[in-house]
Nanobody, 122 residues
Framework: QVQPVESGGGLVQAGDSLKLSCADS????????MGWFRQAPGKDREFVAA????????KYADSVKGRFTISRGDAKNSAYLQMNSLKPEDTAVYYC???????????????WGQGTQVTVSS
């Protein structure tokens, strides 16, 4: 059973950096595409970034391009979200998801983590 588990959230100031991690308690991440989503209070969950299982394809929301970087661990069993130049509007619960990628269908997610809180103070 694939079960993403996020870590690394916290309270930071605007302009700071933070790195989120996502690991799979079942050790099956290596064959899955990975994605990061976020949900701010009173808002819908939104896409942040995604990476395919080889790491050769990445995708970002316009709001985080140039500031956030998604990556995979060397053994592909983990995923990371490096967040730089954080802004108060980045405050949200961040979720990791595992799924599939194809050129025809894009990214599709089947497994979700419980989320980790990121708070950016001004």
């Amino acid at each position: 059973q694939v079960q993403p588990v996020e870590s690394g959230g916290g309270l930071v100031q605007a302009g700071d950096s933070l790195k989120l991690s996502c690991a799979d308690s079942g050790g099956a991440f290596s064959s899955y595409a990975m994605g990061w989503f976020r949900q701010a209070p009173g808002k819908d969950r939104e896409f942040v970034a995604a990476i395919n299982w080889t790491g050769s394809n990445t995708k970002y929301a316009d709001s985080v391009k140039g500031r956030f970087t998604i990556s995979r661990g060397d053994a592909k069993n983990s995923a990371y979200l490096q967040m730089n130049s954080l802004k108060p509007e980045d405050t949200a619960v961040y979720y990791c998801a595992a799924g599939y990628y194809s050129e025809s269908r894009g990214y599709e997610y089947a497994y979700w983590g419980q989320g980790t809180q990121v708070t950016v103070s001004s």
